[in-house]
């Protein structure tokens, strides 16, 4: 086969015919971007470790699946919306405000009778495509970062995937 990918170290500069590990990376996110269920448990699972860190809140709610999981109480309570829920400027009927219009008006036995105890968190639907982009490479990197023996990965190229992983993780 052809030497078709060049490949670049400081000064040194080579061909090969197999893929650079950032080429692979930049596939396995393209392919990760497709699979919006998969895209999105990550981002839900993320949010789920954040659960205890509830600021001067009673409780956090992440990504309530009906309005019945989030209870009618007297506490302060923070309803973080799923991502699939996003929010755009000054919209008036977004994906996010009517989510929190069906999470205020019921609740599991009936009408919501404390909607006032409710703040809710939304994404914003510009930054919501950053944060998709950074987790699909985030879990590229971490794939290859796994994969790093059967993809007979040097020592460079493990570095530079532990490196990248690193970085979209912070992302």
Same mark, same amino acid.
């Given at each position: *086969?052809?030497? #078709?990918?060049?490949?670049?170290? *400081?000064?040194?500069? @080579?061909?090969? &015919?197999? &893929?650079?590990?950032?080429?692979?990376?930049? %596939?396995?996110?393209?392919?990760?971007?497709?699979?919006?269920?998969?895209?999105?448990? $990550? +981002?839900?699972?993320?949010?789920? !470790?954040?659960?205890? !860190? !509830?600021?001067?809140?009673?409780?956090?709610? +992440?990504?309530?699946?009906? &309005?019945?999981?989030? &209870?009618? $109480?007297?506490?302060?309570?923070?309803? +973080?919306?799923?991502?699939?829920?996003?929010?755009?400027?000054?919209?008036?009927?977004?994906?996010?405000? %009517?989510?929190?219009?069906? +999470?205020?008006?019921?609740?599991?036995? *009936?009408?919501? $009778?404390?909607?006032?105890?409710?703040?809710?968190?939304?994404?914003?639907? /510009?930054?919501?495509?950053?944060?998709?982009?950074? #987790?699909?490479?985030?879990?590229? @990197? #971490?794939?290859?970062?796994? %994969?790093?023996?059967?993809?007979?990965?040097?020592?460079?190229? #493990?570095?530079?995937?532990? /490196?990248?992983?690193?970085?979209?993780? %912070?992302?």
């Amino acid at each position: *086969g052809a030497a #078709t990918y060049l490949y670049a170290d *400081g000064q040194r500069y @080579w061909y090969s &015919p197999v &893929p650079s590990v950032a080429s692979l990376a930049r %596939e396995r996110a393209a392919r990760c971007a497709r699979d919006r269920d998969a895209l999105l448990k $990550e +981002i839900r699972d993320r949010l789920d !470790k954040e659960r205890t !860190k !509830k600021g001067s809140f009673a409780k956090v709610h +992440i990504c309530p699946e009906s &309005p019945s999981d989030v &209870p009618d $109480e007297d506490e302060a309570r923070l309803v +973080i919306l799923d991502p699939q829920y996003p929010h755009t400027g000054k919209a008036q009927n977004s994906a996010a405000l %009517e989510q929190a219009r069906a +999470i205020l008006d019921q609740r599991s036995g *009936g009408a919501r $009778e404390k909607r006032n105890t409710l703040v809710f968190l939304a994404a914003d639907e /510009t930054r919501l495509r950053e944060l998709e982009d950074a #987790t699909c490479h985030y879990l590229a @990197w #971490t794939s290859i970062e796994h %994969e790093k023996e059967s993809l007979n990965l040097n020592a460079f190229q #493990t570095r530079q995937a532990t /490196t990248n992983r690193k970085q979209a993780d %912070e992302t």
